[in-house]
Structures are given as C-alpha cells and as structure tokens.
C-alpha cells in the first residue's frame, strides 16, 4: 500500500507540474523508471534473506512456514516436504509453488470432497 500511495502522490505531483513547469514532469518520470533499478536490488537483497533463513529453519527440522517441528521430510528430488501444510522447499530454501511446478510430490493425501 505504501508504494501505491507514493506512486499515487507522485502523479498528483507530476500531473500539478505538467502545467506549472513541464520539466519537473520528465525528471519525477526518470526518477520513477531509475527507482525501480533501486526496487529489484531490494526485492534480490530480501529474497536471499529469506532463503538464508528458511535454510536455516530447515536444518533444524522445522517448517519455515507453519513452524511445525520434526515433520520435514526430504522427496526423491531433494525437496523437503512439511507434513503438516504440504509446503515444499528447495536445497536452497525456496518456497515452491506447486502450480508453477506440477511435479511436486507431497506426502499430504488430497481428499476429495463427497
């Protein structure tokens, strides 16, 4: 939400100064373009913090996402797979989506409804 409303205020800004004075407009434009450069380096920075903890939590028998202990169980591909929630992480601690990759197997039965 917080980068929505700064966006939203930067429009507000941008669009004030497009009759004001235009050349305010095209340096609040390439401050946005050069922003996101800022914004990729920040979402590598947070996403190689949360693979170093989930390894972390993972080497100690627990599931970085539902935090229930001793249930991790290593699959065929080397994956670890909760028990509990059906989670599964990489060797390197990502979470993976079991849509993106339809491979996964989960020790957790699905039940159909009756």
Known sequence: MVVFWTYLLAFA???CFVFIF????LILLFLAIFGLIFAVIGRAILNAAECFLARRILRADRCPRCASPGRMAPNS???CVCAACGTSFD???SELDPELDPKLDSPVPIVAAS
């Open 13 to 15: 800004v941008a669009f």
């Open 22 to 25: 235009p050349q305010v407009t």
């Open 77 to 79: 591909a080397g994956r």
């Open 91 to 93: 060797p390197r601690g």
